[in-house]
């Protein structure tokens, strides 16, 4: 099968480039970034997704599957670009996989789609819509890009669309949500607080991704492993100093004295858990991860001590 990876130069989508090529998979790897040691037999096209020339890449090509993995985050991207990047790419690679006669598109979310809050369930379901959006506007875009994705399910009934809404991920590339709040010495959380994160080690995330492209479950996801850790464990077990600190007092702190730059409507993302039922998305593919969560944080401990 021929597989268009959109997005391919950030970390985890290397891995599921990767992995499909030893697969036995024909992989096309689209980004605007540079990819400088992808394998030599991979197609690797540096380009914008919402430019004519991935159009070009889609007409030329016609792949059979198209994985995006091409959004960004509130610390990656600042608000109208970030906003651009979401929306109009996404957009764009559902107009082309329309229009170049695409089988299935593989769209690569986000669990935080639900929004941290104090009366959250204790699980989410995926027929749950959007929370919390009022107090952290920046997820506005990653939620709109996740709707546009789930409309083509009535909308395209042609297009066979999996949207997978995975949780946290950590591992060697040290990116990611969950990573970049490791990053520093000191891990901060608001006084009182102490929520339980939902991670998977980013080789499990791969997996799962290439388990959705090769099983083809239609419709939407929730992804998961390992049982949810509390984030001040997370923080120790990795070699972190937790300092809890009263709310409007961290608020003054963020990206100052060595706290991570937060958005501060990401405050209510460590003091309300988000905790996913992936039980679908397991029966749909037989997707199961090879690695727990104590391993997981004991690899990353070695591999980004501070």
């Known amino acids: 099968m021929k597989v268009l990876v959109v997005g391919v130069g950030g970390a985890l989508a290397r891995k599921v480039a990767i992995r499909l090529r030893e697969g036995g ?7 605007r ?31 059979d599957c198209v994985v995006h993995m091409a959004t960004v985050n509130a610390l990656s991207a600042a608000g109208e670009e970030r906003a651009r990047i979401n929306m109009g790419g996404t957009r764009a690679v559902f107009d082309h996989s329309v229009a170049y006669g695409v089988k299935h598109v593989v769209f690569v979310g986000r669990h935080t789609y639900y929004g941290a809050s104090a009366d959250s369930p204790l699980y989410h379901t995926e027929n749950e819509p959007p929370q919390g959006i009022g107090s952290f506007p920046e997820l506005a875009d990653l939620v709109a890009a996740d709707l546009y994705a789930a409309n083509m399910l009535w909308r395209e009934q042609k297009l066979n669309t999996t949207v997978l809404r995975l949780v946290y991920t950590l591992g060697p590339s040290r990116t990611g949500t969950l990573a970049s709040f490791l990053r520093g010495k000191v891990v901060p959380m608001v006084f009182g607080f102490d929520p339980l994160f939902q991670f998977l080690d980013e080789d499990d995330a791969a997996t799962s991704i290439v388990a959705a492209v090769e099983k083809r479950p239609r419709g939407i996801f929730n992804v998961a492993g390992p049982p949810p850790v509390p984030l001040g464990t997370i923080a120790r077990v990795t070699g972190r100093t937790v300092v809890p600190v009263p709310e409007p007092v961290l608020q003054q702190l963020l990206g100052r004295f060595g706290f991570p730059n937060l958005p501060k409507g990401a405050l209510e993302h460590i003091k309300f858990p988000i905790v996913v039922d992936a039980s679908a998305f397991k029966t749909a593919t037989g997707f199961t991860h090879a690695t727990s969560e104590v391993e997981t944080l004991a690899r990353y401990k070695r591999i980004s001590p501070v």
Do not use: N
């Open 25 to 31: 998979h024909s992989v096309i790897g689209l980004d």
């Open 33 to 63: 970034r540079p990819w400088w040691d992808a394998p030599r037999d991979m197609q690797v096209h540096e380009v914008d997704i919402r430019k004519r020339a991935a159009e070009d890449v889609f007409r030329r090509e016609r792949p």
